[in-house]
């Protein structure tokens, strides 16, 4: 039997879990989008982060992604509270502390144009007198909710954060919502 590898643009308020077996009000998850049976995520975005999801029946690949020994990246564009300075890019590169825990190395950009997004639904929250910024950040670890406590802990909160690429593997040509099947060319893992 051959493997199945789903690309996903996982939308705003959505579980990344196919059962929501909470007491709360009906929440979204995967179930409402992908209708293909006994896969699962390789990793996971937060109920409010956005963008690519990559699903799964291959056990090993989904080791091999998900465990930080492998060190494999991931790039988000993260919109953040106010414009950075270099001593806080500076330090998102070379690693913060965040509840007792070092974080490692990482690529980060502050990006000069706004990246090609559609818009969020709901909005983020507007701050007439308070800029916004885009950074574009690579890590090669994911623990929970990390970026948005790495940009807290440098004093830029997080308001918006699209994960647009899991190694070579981009965003580009889905919208919230969308998946499609990888192909042998998507392959270089």
């Known amino acids: 039997m051959a493997y199945r590898y789903i690309l996903f ?8 879990q196919f ?12 179930k409402d ?3 293909i049976p006994n896969i699962y995520a390789v990793g996971r975005l937060d109920r409010d982060s956005e963008g690519l999801l990559l699903l799964t029946d291959d056990g090993q690949m989904q080791h091999r992604l998900s465990d930080p020994k492998f060190a494999h990246p991931r790039t988000y ?8 300075d270099a001593s806080a890019i500076s330090a998102l590169q070379t690693g913060v502390t ?9 690529k980060v950009q502050l990006l000069l144009e706004e990246p090609p997004l559609p818009p969020r639904e709901p909005p ?3 701050r007439k007198n308070v800029p ?15 970026v ?9 909160p997080t308001l918006r954060l699209v994960r647009c690429a899991i190694g070579h593997l981009r965003l580009e040509g889905l919208k919230p919502g969308e998946w499609r099947e990888l192909t042998q060319a998507d392959f270089r893992f």
């Open 98 to 106: 965040i509840q007792d825990y070092r974080t490692r190395s990482a």
């Open 9 to 16: 643009y996982k939308p705003y308020d959505v579980l990344t």
């Open 148 to 156: 948005r406590r790495m940009t807290a802990a440098v004093g830029f």
């Open 124 to 126: 983020i929250r507007f």
């Open 19 to 30: 059962t929501d077996n909470s007491s709360e009000t009906k929440r979204s998850t995967l």
């Open 33 to 35: 989008y992908i209708p």
């Open 132 to 146: 916004t910024a885009w950074l574009e950040m690579t890590l090669t670890e994911g623990r929970n909710r990390q």
């Open 77 to 84: 564009w993260v919109q953040v509270e106010r414009i950075p």
